[in-house]
């Protein structure tokens, strides 16, 4: 197996089903061996049996049902420990990261990169209608995010990483932005930046809020203190 593709999810059952068989078409198109893990977070809308049905047919699909909701960092760590690929992803189950983009950042890893991430920041990728509050947060988030590294889109939730990349490494962020803590603390050489298009959900409803951003400062002053000592 060489990609091990993580989707966490809380309540996606209207795009689920639809997503992981897109990118299995794409797996098979492009002669990728690859594995899906889901990790649900004991979603009430049943997003959980959507997946438990579709693995009586579908052999590289795993998932994972987790007793609460207990975040995305958590959820991907939790995948990437039942992987059995040497290049770990995730990605978002919302269809904002465009399953065609998966080639390119899969390419670049067997290019040579320890560390590929969807970019809406470098040229070529962009962002959805984000309301004027949402650009403000993102813009400020990145340009705080930018005191650690040189990286354009230093909170895409879309990348992937080589596993000896995090191998004896400790990876324990708070909240979504899980990337940028591999940005700090991860053993990588090589980044490449794929531009992509953030789109909009169009079923369900985001998980940003206050906690979220909360989490994410608490995750920054920690690199802060790091940084100091």
Known sequence: MILSLVIPTYNEKENLGDLIL????????HKIAGEIIIVD???PDGTGDVVASLQKKI???KLIRRSGKFGLSSAVIEGWKLADGEILGVMDADFSHPPEKIVELFKAMTKGADLAIGSRYVKGGSIG?????RKIISTAATAIARLFTPVKDPL???FMIRKSCIKDTEISPKGFKILLELLVKSNYKTVREIPFRFMDRTHGRSKIG????WNYLQNVAGYLISKRS
Do not use: P, Q, T
């Open 41 to 43: 977070d004991n979603s």
């Open 129 to 133: 209608r984000w309301s004027f509050v």
């Open 210 to 213: 206050v906690r979220e951003i």
């Open 59 to 61: 052999r590289n699909l």
């Open 156 to 158: 895409s939730g879309f």
């Open 22 to 29: 897109r990118i299995l078409a794409i797996y098979k198109h």
